[in-house]
């Protein structure tokens, strides 16, 4: 390292000393080159100021010239130009030469398939001039792209199209310009040739919007969900949060080659293939609602995120937090509400909560940056959006929506803070939340340990709530947070006890607030069972000693769908918990009859949503269960959960049979009691498999399936119980898609986590599959990260050879693709939860990766906290 990265803090914003009103942008792009011609107006903001320092990483600069003429005063350092004895207000001029054909790191300006396309999210814009580039920077833009036409036929970039033109040679130009002023990460200039779906949407207030999907030649027929899905968000947004589009055209370009999912450039986004091409031939239904869901996202950004942008990259869940709210209402309101909150709730008792006792524990607004490309965490993103949820809770929709209302005039077209969002909350709904921003700067997950006596004299129930947070990575005191939680009473025959304090009625939503709290029902006149942190009314480890009576019966009885769901879980917790120390002690599994008894009516209860018992009957995954324990004992979670399925699947067998053959449906919908349906047929395929004629039912599944999900269930089924059909089946799969990666991302999937003897070997061997590449972040997820992060008992062998591996491809990614290395080192960073032999050799490699010479930021900042972390 010739010098080591440096971090940035939150507390040391300070606002820039000049700004940029407007940039006129030329593109030249040629085979062996890239020339950016950058006008920029750029305007002192603090008086005396005479010098700007512009960011810039890996260009050539060829010319400077200041209001027409060449200016000689600047130097070229590594933190990027500095201009000196600058006037107060003046034009610009930056001549820059780039290479996109040699960014293999896809930010900046890179070529996907041929194709150019740009990232700037968050400090990409450098790649591609030297400019101010910050989010609190607002500037209007226009681009102006000349390139070869029969190569490059659509040219494209922000805002709207205002002229175009041949030129001698073959070439073309095409002129942009958008409007709205916008921070540069919002940049986006695309070149290429593509098939072209078109659509028009009418807002509420009658203005025609132009939509335009682009996609690789050949793709046109994968692209009608993902417009359908864009109506549908566009739709929503106007009807929930009166919000309407504001420009005459959308465009989204799908690409291959792409780090993350997809990008909220204003008017062009750029999305990853994976979130927009679909056909039921090559999607599975899971594939289908991701469609929705991303296209929605970025769709939401129009408004949270690109007309309130963040003022600086601390605040990013400002947008994400809030974006992610949007989009996961937005889906609930579309399709199952119980169904998505259980997905998001995996996501966050699963990765979220190992996240935040890992060496990058943050708050959701973290204080403290190396790589900003590090923090779009399940952090920022996830709880970030519980955080937006709990708000919602405490104020109900209507004052939501007016602060919403509030936060919009005061501050559209401007860059924000998450206080700003705060305040705007508190002064439209009259809520005090003081208390309660504190989810915004303390890290960890809180855990609420509740007690409860009933006194069968008052007839009154008490309920003790205590809070802790532990110290996290980088923050050892923690101080007592605002907790909605959400309880409800039942008596016996499951009918709802009312909460009742100082004979009155109160809500389900009670404030904890303290370390320590009593909350006193009156007029309980039996003992009650408690359903607790209904909906996972904010993100926090519940802790409370259920009977397994209790939690049958809230299976049954609770009055929602989730809390029926999450009793099943705990039940399946607690004995997973017990089952494995009986294991560490040599003992036999032992699972109740009534457990299995409980499923076993979920199952034929025919008033539940078939998608519910899908989920019902989904076990909890080996790294949830992982998080539940100081030492994470992979072996034994991993035979415990194996032991669960095979004795649910015995048992069950004719119940689950009977669901399997009265689910068969025909024709193939993506309606969602079409998608409920096969779930839990497929889920019921998942344990069918395991018995004796599991591998000819399996057989036949993959054989007459007329779409991708059931297909895919049947490959999964087959790879999880390793049926002896898996290899011809996989065999059949791979010959026939072969031509294309991202079907194939789902059979990589599978190789990485294939539980067999011989895992790692495969793996290693399919790396040299025509459709791998390790230069494709989606193959490269698909199956290194499938490996790593889902197949526990093979990445974590007790010889240390998963940990080798992922070492050794970290090293090349490194240095090709370091936002991608960065992603994928994740599971080695948790090294604290596992036994000394494993801490030690991944502590290993860690420390092989440290000496890398030339070690990106990215790797440096995580390998460097979770070094520090234990040492
Ligand atoms: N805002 C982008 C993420 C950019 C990530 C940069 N490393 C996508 C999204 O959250 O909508
Ligand atoms: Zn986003």
């Known amino acids: 390292m010739a010098q080591q990265p440096q971090a940035k803090y939150r507390k040391d914003y300070k606002a820039p000393d000049f700004t940029i009103t407007q940039i006129d942008l030329d593109f030249d792009l040629r085979k062996s080159h890239t020339v950016v011609i950058a006008k920029s107006q750029v305007k002192q903001l603090t008086a005396g100021s005479d010098t700007l320092t512009l960011d810039g990483e890996g260009l050539t600069l060829r010319r400077v010239e200041i209001n027409g003429t060449e200016w000689s005063s600047f130097e070229e350092g590594p933190e990027g130009l500095v201009l000196t004895n600058l006037p107060q207000q003046f034009t610009l001029l930056i001549e820059t030469e780039i290479d996109p054909s040699a960014n293999t790191s896809l930010e900046g300006l890179y070529l996907s398939d041929g194709a150019y396309c740009t990232q700037c999210e968050a400090e990409g814009f450098r790649r591609i001039t030297y400019y101010l580039d910050r989010p609190d920077v607002l500037a209007k833009f226009t681009t102006k792209i000349t390139a070869d036409k029969s190569a490059f036929p659509f040219l494209l970039s922000n805002g709207n199209k205002v002229g175009q033109g041949e030129i001698d040679g073959g070439r073309h130009w095409v002129q942009w310009e958008d409007p709205f002023a916008k921070p540069s990460y919002l940049f986006a200039l695309v070149a290429g040739d593509f098939d072209l779906l078109q659509d028009t949407f009418t807002t509420r207030s009658g203005r025609d919007v132009a939509l335009e999907i682009f996609v690789d030649k050949g793709n046109l027929a994968r692209a009608s969900h993902a417009m359908t899905s864009l109506k549908h968000s566009m739709k929503w947004d106007e009807d929930r949060f009166g919000l309407e589009y504001d420009l005459d055209i959308y465009m989204i370009v799908a690409v291959d080659f792409f780090n993350m999912g997809a990008m909220e450039n204003k008017g062009l986004n750029v999305f990853n293939s994976k979130f927009v091409l679909a056909n039921s031939d090559t999607a599975t239904d899971t594939d289908y609602l991701g469609i929705e869901s991303v296209i929605g996202h970025e769709y939401f950004h129009n408004w949270t995120g690109n007309r309130v942008t963040c003022r600086d990259w601390f605040q990013l869940s400002l947008k994400e937090g809030l974006t992610v709210f949007r989009d996961q209402e937005f889906s609930s309101d579309l399709g199952s509400r119980a169904v998505n909150r259980i997905n998001n709730v995996r996501i966050m008792r699963g990765p979220q909560f190992a996240e935040d006792c890992s060496p990058m524990a943050h708050p959701i607004r973290p204080e403290k940056v190396i790589e900003m490309n590090n923090f779009y965490t399940l952090t920022v993103y996830e709880k970030g959006s519980e955080v937006i949820r709990m708000m919602h809770t405490l104020l109900g929709e209507t004052n939501f929506q007016k602060g919403m209302k509030l936060y919009f005039e005061r501050h559209d077209g401007t860059a924000a803070t998450c206080e700003d969002f705060v305040k705007a909350m508190e002064d439209a709904s009259g809520t005090d939340l003081g208390q309660f921003r504190l989810w915004y700067s303390q890290s960890g997950t809180p855990e609420l340990t509740v007690s409860s006596a009933y006194d069968i004299e008052q007839k009154t129930l008490t309920l003790t709530v205590n809070q802790t947070t532990r110290p996290t990575a980088d923050q050892k005191e923690k101080a007592p947070l605002l907790i909605p939680f959400d309880i409800e009473l039942y008596g016996e025959d499951g009918s709802v006890i009312e909460l009742q304090c100082n004979n009155e009625k109160v809500e389900n939503v009670l404030h904890v607030n303290q370390e320590t709290q009593e909350f006193v029902f009156e007029n ?339 390998i460097n906290k979770a070094l520090d972390a234990t040492s």
Not at 553 to 561: I, K, P, S
Not at 657 to 662: E, L
Not at 776 to 795: D, E, I, K, M
Request: charged letters at 25%; aromatic letters at 8%; hydrophobic letters at 45%.
């Open 524 to 862: 309980v006149n039996e003992k009650p069972v408690i359903s607790m942190l209904r909906e996972f009314s904010a993100p926090v480890k519940l802790t409370f000693e259920y009977t397994d009576e209790e939690l049958v019966f809230l299976m049954v009885h609770a009055r929602n769908e989730f809390a029926r769901w999450d009793a099943g879980q705990m039940l399946l917790a607690k004995h997973i918990k017990q089952n494995v120390a009986r294991i560490q002690k040599g003992e036999a599994f032992v699972l109740p009859g009534d457990v299995v008894d409980a499923f076993r009516g979920v199952l034929l209860d025919g008033s539940l949503d078939v998608a519910l018992i899908a989920e019902i009957l989904t076990l909890p995954s080996e790294n949830e269960i992982g998080g539940w324990f100081e030492e994470v004992d992979v072996d034994a979670i991993n035979q415990v959960r194996s032991a669960i399925k095979q004795r649910l699947a015995v048992d069950l067998c004719d119940e689950l049979s009977a669901v399997y053959h009265t689910l068969h449906q025909g024709e193939y919908t993506i309606e969602h009691e079409a998608i409920g349906k096969r779930s839990l047929r497929n889920v019921c395929l998942g344990y069918l498999a395991q018995l004796d004629n599991g591998d000819a039912l399996v057989r036949e599944h993959f054989n007459v399936a007329n779409n991708m999900t059931d297909t895919a269930a049947a490959l999964a089924a087959a790879n999880h119980a390793e049926l002896p059909a898996r290899a011809e089946l996989m065999k059949i799969f791979s010959d026939k898609w072969t031509h294309d990666g991202l079907v194939m991302d789902k059979w990589f999937m599978l190789q990485g986590c294939n539980p067999a003897v011989g895992a790692l070997a495969n793996v290693k061997a399919q790396m040299s599959h025509p459709a791998f590449s390790l230069k494709n972040p989606n193959r490269t997820r698909s199956l290194v990260g499938a490996f790593c992060n889902n197949n526990p008992l093979h990445f974590h062998a007790k010889d240390g050879s998963g940990y080798e591996f992922l070492t050794d491809i970290l090293i090349q990614l490194n240095a090709s693709n370091p936002q991608v290395a960065s992603r994928l080192i994740d599971p080695l960073l948790k090294f604290g939860r596992f036994d000394k032999d494993r801490q030690a050799l991944m502590r290993q490699s860690l420390e092989r990766l440290a000496a890398l010479d030339d070690l990106a930021k990215d790797l440096y900042e995580k």
